[in-house]
């Protein structure tokens, strides 16, 4: 059974677009259908978590505020040990874990989660999509990147993940 979930942030939050302004400030766009599950998913006793390779921007940091999710940035050893270092601080296994992530950099926790039995997501359309990796009917037990979420980043990639999750309890 699934007890957490550990969402990248970029490529699922966001489409990866950034729009910059003449004084070099940046405007991400967020999709509210993410934050819609997510009172659902605290009452089944799923904890959502974010962990991103980036600097925590103010965009960023005020939407993570917003939804209740709270933030880490990956450890210096990487994202797969920033992945296990957030499993084992809520005391529970990759088995018991489902990961969302968009890009090259995130394959090492969606194949430690799907190699441990857990749950791993990708966002429709991302680069893991485009390159072949997913399986478009869904979880099928033998892909090590599992389940293709039916909204793509920044679109509710995160909704779909929850609604998946939540469906399978």
Known sequence: MIK??????DG????CGVT???????????????????????EAGIAVVALT???VTGPHA??????GIPFNVTLPAGKLASLVAIVE??????AE???IGDETHDLSCLEAV?????QAFIPTGSTLDRIGHGARSGYNGEDPTGYLTTLPGGEGALRSACAVLLQAR
């Open 4 to 9: 957490i979930l550990v969402t990248d942030v």
């Open 12 to 15: 699922v939050w966001t489409d």
């Open 20 to 42: 910059v302004d003449s004084d070099g400030r940046e405007t991400l766009r967020y999709s509210k259908r993410d934050g819609v599950l997510l009172p659902a998913m605290r």
């Open 53 to 55: 390779s980036e600097q």
């Open 62 to 67: 005020a939407r993570a505020a917003k939804l």
């Open 89 to 94: 601080s809520h005391g529970v296994t990759l």
């Open 97 to 99: 874990t489902a990961y």
């Open 114 to 118: 799907s190699e441990a039995g857990g």
